[in-house]
């Protein structure tokens, strides 16, 4: 689906992105600067009403060894793929999808996480959408998944 969108509820996640992202991140960006700057606040958990078909991305990394702060045992090994993205929560926003290999629903599709600047305001419970402007080219590894059982 591309320009109309896909909408969704915020949704409350565990807590870990707020604390791992600054650390996961700084070492994602050494490979993809162009998400290096969307540390700092965690992701935005969105739940969707239509599943989004992830199998293709924008990006997708190598396998990075990052240590957690929180939530997972150190080092954590796990590739991601990163999609970009106008996200529209109490406004209109630059921003990524980042489907992290030990994920769930990197694999389902029924939600997303997001990386973005930080939007105040933004809680569990608030509708918002993803838009597409172009269509994600690149495939997934065929190793995604291997380190976690989920392919």
Known sequence: MTDSGYRGRIVPGQGYASQNYKVMIAEIAKEFPAVGQFSQHGTINVHLETAIENSQADHWTKPVSWNPVAGFPSPR????????????CLGLYDAWMIFP????????GEGVEVIADYIHGVKPGLSCSIHLDHLPL??????????????
């Open 101 to 108: 290999e030990g994920h769930v629903w990197t694999y389902s």
């Open 77 to 88: 090994i796990e590739g991601f793929g990163f999609t970009r993205i106008k996200f529209k």
């Open 138 to 151: 690149v495939p997934r590894p065929a190793w995604f998944g291997e380190h976690y059982g989920l392919k």
